[in-house]
């Protein structure tokens, strides 16, 4: 079946690295993918609407300079978190719908520790 | 706009004991209802999705869920629960399936031997 893959599964380190996760649709185009943030024994919460050829679309309260989006391809998107800090660290994972009626794919997602 | 509630952030109960987690939306339009599982330090895993049709809803691991949208409620239920079910468990709604997805705050279902 469609599978959403995401890489790194797990990254440590330093402060002030930026750091990039990309989500990738293996059988499938996806025009739209969505990036969410857990914190630890939280909910899942949307940061932005990842949309190709155009610009990603922020959830409120998120910050575009900090995560940056790209979506230059039908099958990749990018989340990129700059000169992270400790308090980026998270478990960021990212969905993409496949056009169908059907419910939208989900990667493995990352952990990100920052120290 | 779209909203879930999960009342109960921790359910503790007996293996072999029957559990219901309860999920209420609001929502002003016509919505998809799913429910996800996440084990510990692992991803999403989808246990049934509620697009149309049949109210009552079968999913995987034994799960089932019914959509009332009188009381629009989305309760999960499982006749006998196994100490393999300790995870935390989310229900979640969207306009359609290419929207974004809106979820709950979590259950913790945690099983006692």
């Known amino acids: 079946g469609a599978v959403v893959s995401q890489h790194p599964s797990r990254v440590i380190c330093k402060s002030g690295t930026s750091v990039k996760i990309e989500c990738r649709s293996l059988d499938f185009q996806a025009t739209t993918m969505f990036w969410y943030r857990q914190f630890p024994k939280k909910s899942l919460m949307l940061m932005a609407t990842?949309?190709?050829?155009?610009?990603?679309?922020?959830e409120q309260g998120v910050e575009k300079d900090k995560f940056l989006i790209n979506h230059a391809s039908l099958t990749l998107s990018t989340l990129t978190v700059t000169s992270a800090h400790p308090e980026d660290s998270s478990f960021y994972i990212c969905?993409?719908?496949?056009?169908?009626?059907?419910?939208?794919?989900f990667g493995d997602g990352t952990r990100l520790s920052i120290l | 706009a779209q909203s879930v509630t999960q009342l109960d952030s921790q359910v503790p109960v007996f293996e072999e004991a029957p559990v219901e987690l309860r999920c209420n939306y609001s929502?002003?339009?016509?919505?998809?209802l799913f429910w996800y599982v996440q084990y510990p330090n692992q991803g999403l895993q989808l246990l049934l999705k509620y697009l149309s049709g049949s109210t009552l809803v079968k999913g995987i691991n034994g799960f089932e869920a019914e959509f009332n949208k009188s009381q629009t409620s989305f309760h999960l239920r499982k006749p006998s629960v196994h100490i393999s079910d300790t995870a935390e468990y989310f229900c979640a709604v969207s306009r359609s399936s290419a929207s974004k997805i809106i979820f709950g705050s979590g259950t913790r279902l945690s099983i006692r031997p």
């Open positions: 990842s949309n190709e050829g155009s610009k990603a679309t922020y």
């Open positions: 969905s993409a719908p496949d056009g169908s009626n059907q419910p939208q794919h």
């Open positions: 929502s002003s339009v016509s919505v998809y």
